[in-house]
């Protein structure tokens, strides 16, 4: 991830490009979010589905909000790596404090 | 807007459709959400304005989201304008509340 | 509906509040979308059910969903009930449209 | 990131559970982004920010959303990798479209 962070970093300098305000970046990430919900939607929901659309757009789409992140995350400094990392291991204790309460 | 709950249940009844199940009228809301979101980033955030878009369509997208809330309010025969009554009055009590904490 | 943007805004007056710019109501709106999402899937999904959750809670977070619409919409001078006849309109316009595509 | 799906996909087995549906995971991914919407609006938007809240928690908000994703992806058989390679090449392609429209 990290690897990749810096990728989509690189490619905003070559196009001379900026990231935009945080508020922005946040916005167009419900716009991806959308379009992805739109999407799930035609595949898995009850909206009629349009042939042309498959499984492999939903690739694209995700792909699109993961961009967004990234964008976001270099934007403010934040190592995705180490996010990815902090709610893997938040699921653990979650589920160990659940057994510590419930448990036998 | 209990006139328009209704007339969007009547539509819905001269179209011989159903509504959906919740979480497919929710994928549907998210849809909505992002092409607003879409709208408001070109208008009022960084991304460059395409030269069609207006206020108008701003209107339309809110329109589409309110006309997706009332599907979900009739599916589940929530009544909206008792909704939209208690957000008002909430938020006049949570300004109640910070007065007696902060207030003299 | 007119009536409730006027309420809305009598009362943002009176608490001497101003509206947020439109990418701050966005992301408040999107936050409200949230809270309604999760207990969506609480009480529709797979998410196991919290016992203190029920229907009522839904009417709260509809209403608080509107409420921020309403926020934006005076914020940039928008009819909601303008909005919300247009969308009844259109989808009984693109069912028209659909049935002069596919067949008498 | 691979790597990622597989800890993923290992850590649910571990602990005996299965993917949700995929309209229930959307459900989810919108509950998540608003948590991380509204942590945005606190730090960057005109909503008063409250002490205890820093960049740090935006780490951890957008850990939450990739996770998520990352269950998405793994319960359809999707390949993050790829998804993200094909976002960085289209942003490419897009740029050079833009040229060649409007360049010299």
């Known amino acids: ?3 990749y962070q810096k990728q989509v970093d690189e490619q905003m300098k070559k196009l001379g490009w900026h ?4 508020l922005s970046i ?6 991806e979010c959308g379009e992805f919900s739109r999407l799930v939607n035609h595949l898995y929901g009850e909206k009629p ?3 042309a659309e498959t499984e492999q757009n939903l690739e694209e789409e995700i ?3 993961i961009y967004t ?5 270099n934007s403010q400094e ?4 180490k996010a990815m990392r902090k709610s ?3 699921v653990i204790k979650r589920d160990k404090g659940r057994y510590d309460k419930e448990g036998s």
């Open 88 to 90: 893997l291991d938040k």
């Open 49 to 51: 589905k349009k042939t």
């Open 63 to 65: 792909g699109d909000i």
């Open 78 to 81: 934040i190592d995705l790596d």
């Open 1 to 3: 991830m990290n690897q």
């Open 26 to 31: 946040l916005a167009r990430l419900f716009e």
């Open 19 to 22: 990231y935009w305000q945080p």
């Open 69 to 73: 992140l990234a964008c976001f995350a």
